[in-house]
Structures are given as C-alpha cells and as structure tokens.
C-alpha cells in the first residue's frame, strides 16, 4: 500500500498499516512506539473486535512505518495531532473510549487522557521518562550523527515474533530529541489524568526503565488505578511470550470500568 510522506510516494513496510474497523459505539484506540508500527497492537485490537464487535483504531504515526529518513524532521506536536485527530475520530461514531498506548505510545495515551474525557487508559511499558547516560551526549551527537543503529533489533523476549516484528533498524538521533520534549510535556500534566487506569510494565525491560511504572503510579489522580507487573517478557509486551496475560488483564479491566 502506498502512503504520500511528504509529498511523494512511500509503500508501508509489510505489517505496519494502520487499522481501523468500525463496530459498535465503544471505541478502542492503541498508539504504537517509537520506530515501532500498529504491528504492535493489532493483535489485541483484532481480538477486542472480534470478543466484544468494539470500533477499533491502531494508527500509523507520522514519520514510522515507511523508512528511518522520515522521522527527520517530524515534531512531537506531529505525534500528538495524530494521536488527537484518531481520537476525535472515534468520538465521532462511540460513546466511551479506552486509549491504550505502548512505550511512546504510553506517554501520547496519558496525554490524551490529560486533556481529554476518556473511559480508560492503559499503559503498556508507558514512558514518562528515559534513563541512559548516552543521552548527557545528545547536545552534540545531534550534530555529529544522523542515525543511531539499533544492535539487536526489537527489545522482545519471544524469538519467532522477534523476526515478524516490523521496526526500524535504525533512527534519527535528533528524533530522540522531540522524543524527549514529549515525554517532558507530559510529565508535567501527569496529575490532570483521572480515568480509570492499568499500568502493566516488565521487571526485565531492557528499553525502557521499569521505575517508569510507579512514578506514572504515584503522579496520575487516578482513583481507580492498577499496576500489572510481568516477570517474563522484556520491552514489547503486547507481542511477547506473556501477551495472553496482558490481554486478559486488560479484558477484565475494560469490563469493569465500562460497565460503569
């Protein structure tokens, strides 16, 4: 399937068009990671369709899916005006809406759910947050390197979905940068978020830092609110070896707040 980025013509790398399907008048809306694609939440998407008839949405997120160069140059605002937009989309034809979101796609569902009236969030390895010291360097990398390789592919524990998975093998380094300036504008409106909540997080994450978990814990106004803790996958938990717990967890959750 071809897709204009930037005025010309780009085809989607295999797995990583979006989806939409239309059902009944509760709405579903996963948000994908950063250099990742909706491959990350279809799965689930697809079997909350399939269980309960939901609308249902896993968008493409600027600059992903397509080729490394054309993260260059696409904003945070970017992110979060497509994350917007797909919500208002599924405001249009629901009456409740989960956000769910997955690492980056984590931090755009808490921002939605800052600013917006939504029925529930749920946070896969949600970031507010990065910890790596290579990032003190990131003033002057910026400048002196385009692209940073990724040295062993998709941070996921399970070895056949490891090469289904699609993902960028490398990206922009100043990509990093507006990475960053959205997890700092959300941080800072983290006690605006009161929906129902499940944060699910693995002690073995080896992309993001687990203690993201329990400052989204400790920061969100939540009054309902609940951490899932995994033992056995790594980063990409709706794909790795403990994704039926993850799906159960958040079928169980979702029925419980919206019954509400």
């Not at 249902?56 to 937009?85: F, M, N, R, Y």
């Not at 949600?126 to 385009?146: C, E, N, Q, S, Y």
């Not at 993201?212 to 009054?223: C, G, T, V, W």
Request: hydrophobic share 40%; glycine share 6%; charged share 25%.
């Amino acid at each position: 399937m071809e897709i204009r980025v930037a005025g010309k013509k780009k085809v989607y790398l295999a797995g990583t068009e979006p989806l939409f399907k239309p059902g009944n008048s509760t709405g579903f809306l996963f948000l994908h990671g950063f250099t990742a694609s909706p491959f990350e939440g279809r799965q689930l998407a697809e079997r909350l369709h399939q269980e309960f008839k939901w609308t249902v949405s896993v968008p493409l997120l600027p600059g992903h899916g397509t080729e490394p160069a054309d993260l260059i140059g696409i904003s945070w605002q970017e992110w979060k005006d497509c994350a917007e937009s797909e919500f208002r989309r599924l405001r249009e034809c629901c009456q409740k809406i989960v956000v769910c979101g997955q690492s980056m796609g984590g931090t755009l569902a808490l921002l939605l759910a800052s600013c917006f009236p939504v029925n529930g969030i749920i946070t896969l390895a949600g970031t507010v947050f990065l910890k790596d010291w290579r990032l003190l360097l990131l003033p002057i990398a910026k400048h002196l390197i385009t692209y940073n390789k990724k040295s062993k592919g998709p941070d996921i524990r399970d070895t056949a979905m490891k090469v289904m998975i699609p993902s960028y093998p490398k990206y922009p380094v100043r990509a990093v940068e507006e990475f960053i300036k959205l997890l700092n504008h959300t941080r800072k409106d983290l006690d605006k978020v009161t929906a129902p909540a499940l944060l699910v997080h693995s002690h073995r994450d080896r992309t993001i830092h687990f203690s993201n978990l329990e400052y989204i814990y400790q920061h969100i106004s939540s009054s309902m609110k609940e951490k899932v803790i995994l033992e056995n996958s790594y980063h990409i938990i709706s794909l790795d070896i403990e994704r039926d717990k993850v799906y159960e967890k958040m079928r169980n959750f979702l029925i419980q707040v919206l019954q509400k």
